[in-house]
């Protein structure tokens, strides 16, 4: 007896989102035996959901969510030592994974394009104690992303960011950080940070052309900038893509990270996923091909 959660964010998809759940549920009913509805009330829900499904042996979780929902799927699994296959109908604004997994950005073709034979491995990245599934974010830019509100969300998709960032790029300044990367100490002065699992950051698919979600490492990269004018020169050369180092931009793969601000006294917090984190100091780490996945392809 094949048996399935689906766990559905009501919040997301706008006026669509009980037809999607419809739709969710008559494909899934054609492919498991049992198919148990649940819907998030409050941020967390999902991840207890997820954690319970594993521990009552359900073969497969999916969740119907933006990034955050998403990212609340994946950490209710995690930490379980048995792990349902993961799969999800992406609802959101940026929708990453979707991206990196070749999954259709519209619901109803995510749906109908679901298939059991879909599947492959999925690394994870842990953040202290939480866990992540496409890029943390540290600096000026990202804290101007922690301040989007969800109505500029809702009318500027992914650009609301961009727009956001762009905007604090007037206010850019550039902080002294200590990094301990695989074993290694360096010092760096930047006004943003990315750690990334996959290709897609905020919806730009070219950012990191090559992560891939099974490679079992993060990759790093940070702007160069300890003036408005470096910042300028550096945001181009990051968003036609980062392969290796250069004179704007910094990059290296890795397994394990700390990251921590060379002035104590300072604070700066993170962007998880597109949602508020952990303010630094940081421990970050990959978890190689933790989940299997349902995908696109």
């Given at each position: 007896m094949k048996k399935v959660m689906l766990i559905v964010n009501p919040s997301s998809g706008g006026e669509k989102a009980k037809e999607y759940e419809a739709l969710a549920k008559e494909k899934l009913v054609s492919l498991f035996d049992t198919v148990d509805v649940k819907h998030t009330k409050k941020g967390g829900d999902a991840k207890q959901?997820?954690?319970?499904?594993?521990?009552?042996?359900?073969?497969?979780?999916?969740?119907?969510?933006?990034?955050?929902?998403?990212?609340e799927g994946v950490s209710g699994l995690a930490e379980q030592a048995d792990r349902p296959t993961f799969g999800f109908f992406p609802l959101g604004t940026v929708n990453d994974l979707a991206r990196a997994l070749a999954i259709p950005l519209d619901p109803q073709e995510a749906i109908e394009n679901f298939s059991l034979e879909k599947q492959k491995p999925l690394d994870i990245g842990k953040i202290n104690n939480d866990y992540f599934m496409n890029v943390v974010a540290v600096?000026?830019?990202?804290?101007?992303?922690?301040?989007?509100?969800?109505?500029?969300?809702?009318?500027l998709g992914k650009f609301a960011y961009f727009v956001s960032g762009m905007k604090e790029l007037l206010n850019t300044e550039s902080h002294h950080f200590r990094l301990?990367?695989?074993?290694?100490?360096?010092?760096?002065?930047?006004?943003t940070i990315l750690v990334g699992l996959t290709n897609s950051i905020g919806?730009?698919?070219?950012?990191?052309?090559?992560?891939?979600?099974?490679?079992?490492?993060?990759?790093?990269?940070?702007?160069?900038?300890?003036?408005?004018?470096?910042?300028?020169?550096?945001?181009p050369d990051l968003l036609k893509g980062v392969q290796d180092s250069n004179e704007n931009i910094g990059y290296r793969s890795f397994k394990q990270l700390n990251l921590s601000l060379v002035d104590d006294t300072e604070t700066l917090t993170t962007n998880i996923d597109g949602d508020?984190?952990?303010a630094l100091p940081l421990a970050i780490t990959i978890l190689p091909s933790h989940l299997t996945v349902y995908s696109g392809t």
């Amino acid at each position: 007896m094949k048996k399935v959660m689906l766990i559905v964010n009501p919040s997301s998809g706008g006026e669509k989102a009980k037809e999607y759940e419809a739709l969710a549920k008559e494909k899934l009913v054609s492919l498991f035996d049992t198919v148990d509805v649940k819907h998030t009330k409050k941020g967390g829900d999902a991840k207890q959901f997820a954690k319970e499904a594993a521990q009552n042996k359900y073969d497969s979780v999916i969740v119907m969510g933006g990034d955050g929902t998403v990212n609340e799927g994946v950490s209710g699994l995690a930490e379980q030592a048995d792990r349902p296959t993961f799969g999800f109908f992406p609802l959101g604004t940026v929708n990453d994974l979707a991206r990196a997994l070749a999954i259709p950005l519209d619901p109803q073709e995510a749906i109908e394009n679901f298939s059991l034979e879909k599947q492959k491995p999925l690394d994870i990245g842990k953040i202290n104690n939480d866990y992540f599934m496409n890029v943390v974010a540290v600096g000026t830019i990202p804290e101007a992303i922690n301040n989007v509100d969800s109505e500029d969300k809702t009318k500027l998709g992914k650009f609301a960011y961009f727009v956001s960032g762009m905007k604090e790029l007037l206010n850019t300044e550039s902080h002294h950080f200590r990094l301990e990367i695989d074993g290694e100490v360096e010092e760096i002065k930047s006004s943003t940070i990315l750690v990334g699992l996959t290709n897609s950051i905020g919806g730009f698919e070219q950012i990191l052309p090559d992560a891939r979600v099974d490679d079992g490492v993060l990759h790093l990269v940070y702007l160069k900038d300890r003036s408005l004018l470096d910042t300028l020169k550096a945001v181009p050369d990051l968003l036609k893509g980062v392969q290796d180092s250069n004179e704007n931009i910094g990059y290296r793969s890795f397994k394990q990270l700390n990251l921590s601000l060379v002035d104590d006294t300072e604070t700066l917090t993170t962007n998880i996923d597109g949602d508020e984190g952990d303010a630094l100091p940081l421990a970050i780490t990959i978890l190689p091909s933790h989940l299997t996945v349902y995908s696109g392809t």
